[in-house]
T-cell receptor, first 116, second 113 residues
Framework: GAGVSQTPSNKVTEKGKYVELRCDPISGHTALYWYRQSLGQGPEFLIYFQGTGAADDSGLPNDRFFAVRPEGSVSTLKIQRTERGDSAVYLC??????????????FGEGSRLTVL | AQSVAQPEDQVNVAEGNPLTVKCTYSVSGNPYLFWYVQYPNRGLQFLLKYITGDNLVKGSYGFEAEFNKSQTSFHLKKPSALVSDSALYFCAVRAFTGNQFYFGTGTSLTVIP
């Protein structure tokens, strides 16, 4: 597609449930990032993929969060045993740039997660 | 530690007047600097970036930004504001040798007709 696509755009779930959020980056982009944006805050880094591997997962808040990118394209962010504090907009971004390049990020429109 | 500060949560400016949205940063080594704009319920859109060279960079929609190394600042500017410029603006920094982009908390710009 022309841009970064994220699904679902909205997800409402109950506390304790499992959630998957999907990101389809721009074709050919090797770098993929997940960010979390809470109301009134800037995007907070979660994880960065270069190709299939998670090059930096230092932003994942705890072991309930996990992300994969098995074929170096689509990525899925997985959240186990959701908590109300997980409610936020989850943003995916991709970039054509190799490691340490100067390219900007191209963002999707986000997946809004609400945990009741 | 790397970080970005946007000291103003809200900036109001009259249509046709110049606007400035402030950003200061902290990074180890030389920075890549970026500005993004976010409209309600939308993702972030890239406006411009500083990599190296000329301290004044020009970007989309008539925006420009000035890199000041001694003041570690990268303020966003536009000579004549439009009502359609009203949005949330984010500054971001990345170190030359890093992979993470660090974002500020955003500045809400309102252009008053």
């Amino acid at each position: 597609g022309a841009g970064v696509s994220q699904t679902p755009s909205n997800k409402v779930t109950e506390k304790g449930k499992y959630v998957e959020l999907r990101c389809d980056p721009i074709s050919g982009h090797t770098a993929l990032y997940w960010y979390r944006q809470s109301l009134g805050q800037g995007p907070e880094f979660l994880i960065y993929f270069q190709g299939t591997g998670a090059a930096d997962d230092s932003g994942l808040p705890n072991d309930r969060f996990f992300a994969v990118r098995p074929e170096g394209s689509v990525s899925t962010l997985k959240i186990q045993r959701t908590e109300r504090g997980d409610s936020a907009v989850y943003l995916c971004a991709s970039s054509p740039t190799p490691v340490h390049g100067s390219g900007e990020l191209f963002f999707g429109e986000g997946s809004r997660l609400t945990v009741l | 530690a790397q970080s970005v500060a946007q000291p103003e949560d809200q900036v109001n400016v009259a249509e046709g007047n110049p606007l400035t949205v402030k950003c200061t940063y902290s990074v180890s080594g030389n920075p890549y600097l970026f500005w993004y704009v976010q409209y309600p319920n939308r993702g972030l859109q890239f406006l411009l970036k500083y990599i190296t060279g000329d301290n004044l960079v020009k970007g989309s929609y008539g925006f420009e930004a000035e890199f000041n190394k001694s003041q570690t600042s990268f303020h966003l500017k536009k000579p004549s504001a439009l009502v359609s410029d009203s949005a949330l603006y984010f500054c971001a920094v990345r170190a030359f040798t890093g992979n993470q982009f660090y974002f500020g908390t955003g500045t809400s710009l309102t252009v008053i007709p």
